[in-house]
């Protein structure tokens, strides 16, 4: 089996932490592939799961997010949840069947 593609867009920088934290979470190399806005507007439509009415906007919004700064890290998870937040490392873990992986 081949790696595990994940697609995402100039403006998804937490992909560069995610993508290398779910590989080893799943135990085997993960490839990021950056999407131009072009071919996530061709390519999001395509989801079953996704409205093709909220492509612009949502594109829109990562083009926002990559002209800003980085935001401030707050307490607002414990503070709204009354639980800390789920370390990127825990959440891949617990999810490496959804990347094609074992748990582990």
Do not use: C, K, N
């Amino acid at each position: 089996m081949g790696p595990v593609v994940a697609a995402t867009t100039s403006a998804s920088g937490w992909a560069a932490i995610a993508a290398p934290t779910a590989a080893r979470a799943v135990g085997r190399p993960l490839r990021r592939q950056e999407l131009s806005p072009e071919q996530e507007r061709a390519r999001l439509p395509a989801d079953p799961g996704f409205s093709g009415a909220f492509v612009g906007e949502l594109l829109g919004g990562y083009a926002t997010m990559a002209a800003s700064a980085p935001p401030a890290v707050t307490s607002a998870v414990p503070g709204i949840t009354g639980s800390p937040a789920t370390p990127m490392r825990v959440w891949a873990a617990g999810h490496a069947a959804d990347f094609g992986g074992g748990q582990g």
